[in-house]
């Protein structure tokens, strides 16, 4: 016998068979949500709309590729076109999707490579537009030699222009500059990173964001130079980039510059169609991926969140979370019913041999959002003294005072820094108090953990430091 759930769910793919599904962009969450349509709904009639040339390709893996890891870029497409096309699934490649028309349920549609524009119908649409970078206003900015990272395209002459160069500028410490970063030294360059906040990495707190500086700067000092609170005022040059002036009058001569200031998501088409933007300038939408507009939705980077610590809004654009939504849009686009709830920000990256993690709440944004902070460090080997592997690890524990429940956690090092991150994102999402976390039973050997791990050490010292201030 089918359960009542079950029939809901059969029942509304049935009436949804034979309607054409529209999607804008096609790198993470508009892949996905085609693949997703197409499977649930194979006699649905779904379509691609995207300005760039590649489509669901891992713009995550492009500072691995310049570095050097792999030498085929096409290895980061998941799914190429003819493999979309194979499937049934329509793919309009080099085409801007310029309005859509909700009272009509129509896009119009501009094909770059012809000039021609069209308009189509919709019966659902997606709106998986993503992010762009953030350009800050620098002087000489369209000068030769200055790039952004976010497309196959620019992965690709950002790697040749490096091979030719011996100096080079990232503006950004975050994670693509840091990623940038490590890619750039590997390959022998001379790289001064620009930041313009008192620390780089700035997800991270101040005293975990030092650690990582100071480990590059120790490793790798000769070749890498670093300037915070930096303000870029001039690209130098005048046909192609000899160097940059700061406003405190310093040049730094250099052969190539990244932009990795940011990012913004890319809300013009859905905003000139009255489409709601939430608080944080992203669009906004359920727990389902709808907008304010029925039968439209939005997925991916160019999508407000909802912090499950807080219940804010937040906007963290992360290819994990775009491929989430995309999944979650794609199911509710067809009939059947799932909810995304949220995010924690769960990050990780890399310079080198050190691997710095992090999820939920920084202690700056916990305090900002009126939580009574307290928290704990500690520095452990990440496995027995004795293994060959042997790392350390610095992690550091966030809760808050009145409820004891955890808010989140940073960790940097050799060791496996990463692997205590994983493990605490499950509690943060059940919102796990310091006491339920120190009876987490973790596993030991000497490969893989000291027998008391570093994340229990941490919980420990926070448990210790709550019950000294309630009694």
């Avoid at 997925?299 to 989430?324: F, H, Q, R, Y």
């Avoid at 050799?414 to 108090?433: E, P, W, Y």
């Amino acid at each position: 016998m089918t359960s009542p759930g079950a029939e809901f769910i059969i029942i509304n793919l049935i009436q949804n068979i034979g309607m054409k599904i529209v999607i804008v962009g096609a790198v993470a969450a508009g892949a996905k949500a085609a693949a997703k349509s197409k499977r649930l709904l194979p006699d649905a009639e779904v379509v691609i709309y995207t300005k760039e040339e590649y489509i669901s390709y891992s713009a995550c893996g492009l500072p691995y590729y310049i570095e050097g890891n792999f030498e085929d870029v096409e290895k980061l497409i998941v799914r190429t076109i003819q493999d979309f096309e194979e499937k049934g699934i329509k793919v309009f490649s080099r085409h801007e999707v310029l309005a859509i028309h909700p009272d009509k349920k129509e896009i119009e549609v501009s094909n770059l490579a012809s000039g021609e524009v069209f308009v189509t119908s919709y019966d659902k649409l997606l709106i998986a537009t993503g992010s762009t970078p953030y350009i800050p206003d620098i002087k000489n900015r369209d000068i030769k030699g200055v790039y952004t990272l976010k497309t196959i395209n620019d992965g690709i002459d950002i790697k040749n222009k490096m091979l030719k160069s011996k100096n080079a500028v990232i503006i950004g410490g975050g994670y693509i500059g840091i990623e940038l970063l490590e890619a750039f030294v590997r390959n022998g360059l001379n790289v001064t990173l620009l930041e313009k906040n008192y620390s780089i990495m700035g997800t991270f707190d101040e005293d975990m964001a030092s650690l990582i500086s100071a480990y590059i700067l120790k490793t790798y000092g000769d070749k890498v130079n670093i300037i915070t609170s930096a303000r870029i005022t001039e690209f130098l040059g005048e046909e192609e980039i000899t160097g940059i002036k700061l406003a405190d009058s310093q040049t730094i001569n250099t052969d190539m510059a990244v932009i990795c200031s940011g990012v913004s998501p890319v809300v013009n088409l859905a905003k000139s169609a009255d489409i709601e933007l939430g608080a944080s300038g992203a669009i906004k939408v359920n727990s389902r991926m709808l907008t304010n507009i029925p039968d439209i939705y939005a997925a991916g980077d160019c999508v407000e969140k909802i912090n499950m610590i807080s219940d804010t809004p937040m906007w963290v654009p992360l290819g994990s979370t775009a491929n989430k939504e995309g999944r979650c849009a794609a199911l509710n686009m067809c009939g059947t019913v799932d909810d995304f709830e949220g995010i924690l920000g769960s990050a990780v990256t890399r310079f080198m041999d050190m691997t710095m993690s992090r999820t939920g709440l920084s202690s700056k944004t916990a305090k900002n959002l009126g939580y009574d902070v307290v928290s704990a460090i500690v520095t452990k080997r990440d496995k027995a003294g004795y293994m060959p592997a042997v790392g350390y690890v610095t992690l550091k524990l966030i809760a808050d005072r009145r409820s004891h429940k955890i808010l989140g956690a940073q960790s940097v090092g050799s060791g496996d820094a990463d692997k205590r991150i994983n493990t605490l994102s499950t509690g943060l999402i059940r919102g796990m108090t310091v006491e339920e976390l120190n009876d987490a039973d973790m596993t030991y050997a000497p490969p893989y953990s000291t027998s008391i791990d570093p994340l229990i050490d941490a919980v420990r010292i926070l448990k210790d430091k709550l019950s000294c201030c309630t009694n």
